[in-house]
């Protein structure tokens, strides 16, 4: 498995920009798609993007949401990956979570299907 730990949340004004970034460990983090995810509270927890392991192809929640706005990336040297979040929303609020998708299983955005998670970290809008 691959650890995770995720940085880059806080509190930003409704309309800024915030870029969490997400530092996986060991040495195969190349073979695993990775997802950002997000869970507010007394809510479930929601897909938000996703990115293939050489960062060829990217998705994003169907939802009008997050399209447009939010930028997932992985630079695979560093190990690491990043969700770009602009035109922050009061409803962006939530905890966002990073997740390592399961080697074999293809391609999801089911909670299920991603093995690895990371302790989340806070992004709070306000308006």
């Known amino acids: 498995q691959v650890q995770l730990v995720e940085a880059g949340g806080g509190l930003v004004q409704a309309g800024g920009s915030l870029r969490l970034s997400c530092a996986a460990s060991g040495r195969s983090f190349s073979n695993y798609a990775m997802g950002w995810f997000r869970q507010a509270p007394g809510k479930e927890r929601e897909f938000v993007a996703a990115?293939?392991?050489?960062?060829?192809?990217?998705?994003?929640a169907d939802s009008d949401s997050v399209k447009g706005r939010f930028t997932i990336s992985r630079d695979n040297a560093k190990n690491l990956v990043y969700l770009q979040m602009n035109s922050l929303k009061p409803e962006d609020t939530a905890v966002y979570f990073c997740?390592?998708?399961?080697?074999?299983?293809?391609?999801?955005?089911?909670?299920?299907?991603?093995?690895?998670w990371g302790q989340g970290t806070q992004v709070t809008v306000s308006s």
């Open positions: 997740a390592a998708h399961i080697i074999g299983k293809l391609l999801s955005t089911r909670v299920a299907d991603f093995g690895s």
């Open positions: 990115i293939s392991q050489n960062g060829g192809r990217t998705y994003y």
